[in-house]
């Protein structure tokens, strides 16, 4: 075995015995059995939500922007905040695939496609933003630099908010891409379990005629590690980028060098936040206890609480350095901040990403999903008021104080922004039926991780008893729980 | 070809790497080895060279960079300057996150796009699989020979690595 070089300390990966064929079997079973009345119900709410935010969108770009609660001195609020909120959101999934996957950590092979599938739904629901707030979003091609009529004029190359653009849609389309081939594979597996039929003919196209060649395997191999090692600077590119949206103005409390590492690890925290929201809710539904395990949600928990560090740290150096500056405008701004108008948003940042995240170092918490669920939500909740703060509380007390302002966003901008969770929901619904929803493919590789080769030779039957097992080949962890039964599409009513 | 290959099937991703380290030392003709998986180490018991698609992805991502290197000079100092506060036009290390991008872009789409074109993989396939070794069996398939002898010295060593099915095929690979 390949395997054999691993210390016998190391904790399998998948914590149930499983063949191959079984693991096939279970992966496969979401897509291949009807959906139930829960997920018709959650898909139902997701659509109607996307339906009403299509609404409002529509009914703003026929009005004019002008529906926002935008004024004067507030010229950037909701739409910005919600947009750095969901590209953040997408940092976890190539965060997962890609850096992961270089330092090897084989733990990732069961969220990675999830986590992917969460990240272009997330860069989807960011790029709306921009989009709408352009006012004409029919003449969005704009931004792209083509020859045109009027004297060629080109885009501005020296603005990051171009910079955006092009790192927006080259983050999603390599994202894109990253998951496809990943996909491309199970797609296989897919087409070859199907019987003859309108799908199978999709998934035969899709699949592109994957035979399982190793020589196409060993090519597959290589090219997966370069657009790992192509990813990694990509998505801490993204959001430096998008820091520099606020870091190369002149603004106090956005014109400072710490943004981009500041951003990127607040959107690390933010994705991971909201990868365990997901997967915690997907493993206890679709039955992958054993697939997606404790041990995946602790290890998340652990780069949140690094993340989370890394973020307090960014908010307490922007403090010194507005003091130690001694730049009354840049002190003013942060005092103003934590004791202006919006402080119960400051402080609400505050709690939510700076003390919240020290609950992990309780094992009791990282082992516990419900409270990982909850304080995922809490990181979601804080990190998006962080955007808040930066954005509002910089712009609302410029540096004249006869125009002066305050904002409260409008309906049309709450309803919007909820909108974007419909069509974020809608996907990740869809996709969770109609793809699976983990690599088949890459779990299979780690399935003989940390176990002994007779192992599987034996690997439980496909029954619903946990049957008895010789426990002196087990490895050395000790099992607290009974085995989990098999979850086929026929014996989970999912 | 008018002969059939001859196939294996196994169960273990142990067995498949023996049995192909042994295949190619007894000096058969290995055509692939179809598995539900990548095996590592089956590069190494194949005899497969490193795959050239590396500098596929090097090549394009020099002219992605030089791409985007270009327009931005063109468009910013030759087609139409603008003179913002006096600064210089070529504005060089304002163009460097888009050089970034379009860089990383191009050689992640060439380098997926050649894997596509050498790998053959392209919808409308009419390729066909064995049977389940997208599931969870291992496959090797050994080219023709001449000599029948030679076949079944084949299938004794694939029986004797723990195959649990043999077949012969008339397959255009």
């Not at chain 2, 089956?42 to 050239?52: N, Q, T, V």
Request: proline residues 6%; positive net charge; contains cysteine.
């Amino acid at each position: 075995m390949s395997q054999q070089h691993l210390s016998p300390l190391r904790v399998p990966l998948v914590t149930e015995p499983r063949t191959l064929g079984q693991l096939t079997e279970e992966i496969c079973a979401p897509m291949e059995r009807a959906p139930t009345w829960k997920w018709w119900a959650a898909f139902a709410m997701a659509v109607s939500v996307l339906g009403t935010g299509a609404g409002i969108v529509a009914y703003q770009v026929g009005t004019g922007i002008g529906v926002w609660g935008l004024n004067k001195t507030i010229g950037w609020a909701f739409d910005i905040t919600n947009f750095v909120f969901w590209v953040g959101i997408g940092h976890a999934g190539t965060l997962i695939s890609a850096i992961l996957f270089l330092f090897r950590q084989k733990w990732r092979t069961s969220i990675n496609r999830a986590a992917e599938a969460m990240t272009l739904f997330a860069v989807m629901c960011a790029a709306l933003f921009p989009v709408i707030h352009m006012g004409r979003p029919w003449l969005a091609f704009w931004v792209l630099p083509y020859p045109n009529t009027r004297g060629s004029l080109w885009v501005n190359f020296r603005s990051p908010l171009l910079w955006d653009v092009f790192a927006i849609s080259t983050y999603f389309t390599v994202s894109a891409v990253f998951w496809y081939v990943g996909l491309i594979p199970d797609l296989a597996t897919v087409r070859d379990r199907l019987k003859a039929g309108v799908k199978k003919a999709v998934f035969k196209v899709l699949s592109l005629g994957w035979t399982g060649s190793h020589r196409t395997w060993s090519r597959y191999e290589t090219v997966y590690l370069l657009l790992a090692g192509l990813a990694t600077p990509l998505v801490l590119s993204v959001h430096t980028i998008v820091s520099m949206d606020f870091a190369t103005s002149v603004i106090p409390g956005w014109h400072t060098t710490i943004f981009p590492p500041y951003f990127v690890a607040g959107a690390v925290f933010s994705g991971f936040a909201m990868v365990l929201t997901l997967m915690i809710i997907t493993r206890v539904v679709l039955g992958y206890e054993h697939l997606i395990t404790l041990r995946h949600l602790e290890n998340m928990t652990k780069v949140i609480i690094v993340t989370g560090g890394i973020v307090s740290l960014a908010y307490a150096t922007e403090f010194f350095i507005a003091w130690y500056s001694g730049n009354p405008y840049e002190r003013f701004a942060f005092m103003n901040r934590a004791f202006g108008p919006y402080a119960w948003a400051y402080w609400i940042m505050v709690t939510c990403n700076v003390v919240s995240p020290h609950l992990f170092w309780f094992k009791k918490i990282r082992t516990s999903p419900v409270a990982i669920f909850a304080l995922s939500l809490v990181i979601n909740v804080g990190m998006w008021f962080e955007r808040f703060v930066i954005i509002v509380t910089s712009l609302h007390r410029d540096f004249l104080p006869s125009s002066w302002s305050m904002y409260t966003p409008t309906m049309v901008e709450v309803g919007t922004f909820i909108g974007t969770f419909g069509l974020f929901f809608t996907l990740f619904l869809l996709f969770v039926r109609v793809l699976p929803i983990i690599s088949i493919g890459e779990v299979k590789s780690v399935l003989g991780f940390a176990r002994s080769p007779h192992e599987h030779a034996e690997a439980h039957p496909p029954t619903h008893q946990a049957p008895e097992r010789d426990v002196s080949t087990e490895p050395a962890s000790p099992r607290l729980h009974p085995p989990l039964a098999i979850a086929t599409r026929k014996d989970v009513p999912v | 070809m008018s002969a059939p290959v001859l196939i294996g099937y196994f169960e273990h991703e142990a067995q498949v790497l023996d049995a192909t380290r042994a295949v190619r030392e007894a000096g058969h003709d290995l055509r692939d080895v179809y598995t539900p998986y990548a095996v590592h180490g089956l590069d190494a018991a194949m005899g497969l060279k490193p795959s050239r698609l590396t500098w596929v992805c090097f090549g394009a991502g020099l002219l992605g960079c030089t791409l985007a290197l270009s327009l931005q000079l063109y468009t910013s100092v030759v087609s139409w300057p603008l003179n913002v506060g006096g600064k210089p036009f070529n504005s060089f290390p304002a163009f460097i996150p888009v050089t970034f991008e379009l860089t990383v872009l191009f050689a992640a789409l060439s380098t997926v796009a050649a894997f596509l074109v050498r790998a053959r993989l392209f919808p409308g396939n009419k390729r066909q699989t064995l049977p389940r070794v997208t599931d969870d069996r291992f496959a090797i398939v050994i080219a023709p020979s001449q000599s029948p002898e030679s076949l079944e010295a084949a299938e004794d060593l694939l029986r004797r690595h723990g195959a649990v099915a043999m077949d012969l095929r008339e397959v255009a690979p």
